[in-house]
């Protein structure tokens, strides 16, 4: 299910972009490894995206595509 999992990334992005939430970046480890992280442009904005019934489909379709090991809502900044 890799080529579908990897469009619906694809419109995750693009409505993340779209909505000028914030933007995405896909990483691959390996064969079928990936990890996404996203920026959201504020704290307004992800919530707003939580509560987008489009994105919260592509979520929904995404779940059922592949398996999802950890999910992280808030990262904080190390500075080196």
Do not use: F, H
Request: proline share 2%; charged share 30%.
């Amino acid at each position: 299910m890799e080529a579908p999992a990897l469009e619906t990334m694809r419109e995750l992005n693009a409505i993340v972009s779209r909505k000028q939430y914030g933007r995405d970046l896909l990483y691959r480890a390996g064969e079928a490894n990936y990890l996404l992280l996203r920026y959201w442009n504020s704290e307004q904005a992800r919530s707003e995206a939580l509560e987008d019934p489009e994105l919260l489909r592509c979520w929904a379709r995404l779940g059922n595509e592949i398996k999802i090991l950890k999910v992280y809502e808030k990262l904080e900044e190390v500075g080196v």
